[in-house]
């Protein structure tokens, strides 16, 4: 079975995914197979060379695919602007810009976190599946939720750790590990319908669907990537307000 993913899958290791390399990702794949899905050389709706001509754009090479600086959207993309009912409005009635989902074969929305000691990481012994829980300190968020999730992706050399944040439910009833404190460092999802353009660079203030507060959050784009499902997006040097 991972074989055969290994031969579908393009080999360039470009991360968009969301795991380094394709044999990482390869090796998901063998338990979940709906992650395919995940690899934009695959999709039939990623930009091709023919698109981005006929849009004005410098014409890609063929050994550039793993380039996400596509012109198009560097400008910019539309999200039914102005045509939804959604208020944009958070619990306690600030203006936001979008709300942001989690990837649908995903348990909940990806958060990039470090704790505030990253040594915890390989003290704890953290591994991908792990259930989790800590709490978003200071200047990176302030929230005053424990939050609860699952590891998708550990670093022990730097401590940093990418999880789905599911709630309390699992570690009830499966047990945890504590990281403590830890900083936001940003958060990857969909965005499916949009108040305002989304532009690369530019700083949005967007409300996590799944935000137990319902509060805005706010943040910097800088990754824009079109799906099946919606656009894809991470949004760093988060705070909350």
């Not at 936001?184 to 949005?204: F, N, P, Q, S, T």
């Not at 137990?212 to 784009?221: A, I």
Request: charged letters at 20%; proline letters at 6%.
């Amino acid at each position: 079975m991972q074989h055969l993913h290994e031969m579908k899958l393009p080999g360039l290791n470009c991360g968009l995914c969301g795991y380094r390399t394709c044999g990482e990702f390869a090796a998901q794949l063998a338990q979940s197979p709906a992650l395919i899905r995940r690899c934009v050389h695959l999709s039939k709706d990623r930009f091709t060379d023919s698109s981005a001509s006929s849009s004005g754009s410098a014409e890609c090479s063929s050994a550039s695919l793993s380039c996400t600086g596509c012109t198009r959207a560097a400008e910019g993309v539309s999200l039914n602007l102005g045509a939804s009912p959604i208020p944009w409005l958070d619990s306690l009635g600030r203006e936001f810009d979008f709300y942001l989902e989690h990837f649908p074969e995903e348990p909940g929305p990806r958060e990039i976190i470090l704790p505030h000691n990253p040594m915890i990481t390989r003290e704890l012994e953290v591994r991908v599946g792990d259930t989790l829980i800590g709490r978003p300190l200071g200047m990176s968020c302030g929230c005053p939720i424990t939050h609860c999730g699952v590891a998708m992706n550990v670093e022990p050399r730097t401590g940093v750790i990418v999880w789905c944040v599911t709630g309390p439910l699992g570690p009830r009833q499966k047990g945890y590990k504590d990281l403590g404190y830890y900083s936001a460092e940003g958060y990857e999802g969909l965005v499916k319908e949009a108040r305002a353009e989304l532009k690369i660079g530019r700083r949005y203030f967007f409300q996590p669907r799944m935000c137990m507060l319902q509060w805005r959050h706010s943040g910097l784009l800088n990754y824009l990537n079109r799906s099946s499902e919606g656009w894809q997006v991470r949004l760093e040097g988060l705070w909350i307000g």
